[in-house]
């Protein structure tokens, strides 16, 4: 079974800092691998995927993540953040296409905590 | 919004007793699927169901059931309830069973058993 581990639960940054969310996964076939992210108050959605292609996916508000296969990781990352991008990420894997399972295991969260 | 409308909001009860919760997906959607948030769990798949029928299954207990129904709604009964049931649950839609990923959630359940 497929299992996600997010190293971070807290990061706290200042605005305009970089940020890298890691993200590792456990699962030997192919996957699609997704960031979903939670803002104060509101339902999950959808911030980049990954299926197949160019291993470096850009997403919405200026997010972006990198599949690197050798090392099972998904990391994702915003070159400057802002005080809107307090919110609180999940990294999630789906096992591999053609089969009827289709879970979507999530990692545990990280927590995002921007400072103006 | 997501378009998945899910009921009650917020939903208090004690030990023992049972409660229902309902998910109304986007339209359009056929699959469903339940998870169950807590503070030492994370996010944990409880179930899927794709156009009325069972598709994948996750750690849900057996004190748990859920199905959806023909206007593709579905329920999830928490029975025999614990304090360790205290958690936010919730729905999410996406258009076909089959793997493009992109699940829109509700904006959850919050059970507190007391």
């Known amino acids: 079974a497929q299992s996600v581990s997010q190293h971070n639960h807290h990061v706290i940054l200042s605005e305009a800092a970089s940020l890298e969310l890691g993200c590792n996964y456990s699962?030997?076939?192919?996957?699609?691998l997704f960031w979903y992210v939670q803002y104060p108050g509101q339902h999950l959605q959808l911030l980049l995927k990954?299926?197949?292609?160019?291993?470096l996916v850009k997403g919405i508000k200026g997010f972006e993540a990198e599949f690197i296969k050798s090392k099972f990781s998904f990391n994702l990352r915003k070159p400057s953040v802002q005080w809107s991008d307090t919110a609180e990420y999940f990294c999630?894997?789906?096992?591999?296409?053609?089969?009827?399972?289709?879970?979507?295991?999530f990692g545990k969260g990280t927590l995002l905590t921007v400072n103006p | 919004d997501s378009g998945v409308t899910q009921t009650p909001k917020h939903l208090i009860t004690a030990t023992g007793q049972r409660v229902t919760l309902r998910c109304s997906p986007r339209s359009g959607d056929l699959s469903v699927y339940w998870y169950q948030q807590s503070l030492d769990q994370g996010l944990q798949f409880l179930i899927q169901?794709?156009?009325?029928?069972?598709?994948a299954k996750g750690n849900i207990l057996e004190r748990f059931s859920a199905q959806q129904f023909p206007d593709l709604h579905s329920e999830l009964n928490l029975s025999s309830l614990e304090l360790g049931d205290s958690a936010l649950y919730f729905c999410?839609?996406?258009?076909?069973?089959?793997?493009?990923?992109?699940?829109?959630f509700g904006e959850g359940s919050r059970l507190t058993v007391l």
């Open positions: 999410a839609s996406s258009v076909s069973g089959a793997g493009t990923g992109e699940l829109f």
């Open positions: 999630a894997v789906m096992a591999g296409s053609g089969g009827s399972n289709y879970k979507l295991t």
């Open positions: 699962y030997g076939g192919t996957v699609n």
């Open positions: 990954y299926f197949s292609g160019d291993p």
């Open positions: 169901y794709y156009n009325g029928e069972e598709r």
